[in-house]
């Protein structure tokens, strides 16, 4: 956390000694100079993260921002989703809502390393859900403006589902490496019965 203090502390000390060495010398030369060395000594000293530390930190900030972005696009497709009149396509949006949540956390938790990419795709998809509810909300409202509107809104609702489902399937996928986890540990847990040594 402290990386985070550098720069506005080399910042405040590049304008202090600058100022300084400016009032002491009148030096358009030494004071730019001595303010700049100030600031990377200062930098160096507050950061003192090693250069895979730092692109680490990195990654796991932009994977933040990812996942950020997908969840303001999923409560956004949230509130839209109380618009829907069919109960089935209303409740593979909230599926979708949930699952879509716990997939990044369980991610996060197992593999921080694939969290990005898996952010990167799932906000891709989300958008087009996005676009396709709101489409569907607009056939809904005012289908007489639409050709066919029973077949688009039928489609919408399959897609709907097939998005929830691929959701689940995802965080599925996830689990996958626990279960195996989990039945390794059954075993240790409830190791074979000892003989009866009574007799």
Do not use: K
């Not at 809904?140 to 066919?148: G, I």
């Amino acid at each position: 956390m402290r990386h985070r203090l550098a720069a506005p502390v080399a910042l405040a000390a590049a304008v202090g000694a600058f100022t300084l060495v400016f009032t002491l010398t009148d030096s358009l030369l030494w004071s730019p100079l001595l303010a700049a060395a100030t600031a990377l000594g200062l930098y160096l000293m507050v950061d003192d993260r090693t250069a895979i530390r730092a692109q680490q930190d990195t990654y796991a900030d932009e994977a933040r921002d990812r996942v950020d972005e997908a969840l303001r696009v999923l409560r956004g497709i949230e509130r839209l989703a109380r618009d829907v009149r069919q109960p089935e396509a209303r409740r593979a949006l909230e599926d979708a809502c949930r699952y879509v949540p716990e997939l990044f956390d369980r991610v996060r938790d197992r593999s921080p390393d694939s969290l990005y990419s898996t952010a990167a795709r799932m906000g891709g998809h989300l958008h087009s859900l996005d676009g396709a509810v709101r489409q569907y909300l607009d056939i809904q409202r005012q289908p007489v403006l639409y050709q066919d509107p029973e077949t688009l809104r039928r489609n919408g609702e399959q897609a709907f589902r097939r998005f929830a489902d691929f959701a689940l399937n995802s965080v599925r996928l996830v689990n996958q490496g626990d279960i195996a986890q989990y039945r390794a540990n059954l075993d240790t847990v409830a190791p074979p019965s000892l003989p009866d040594l009574g007799r």
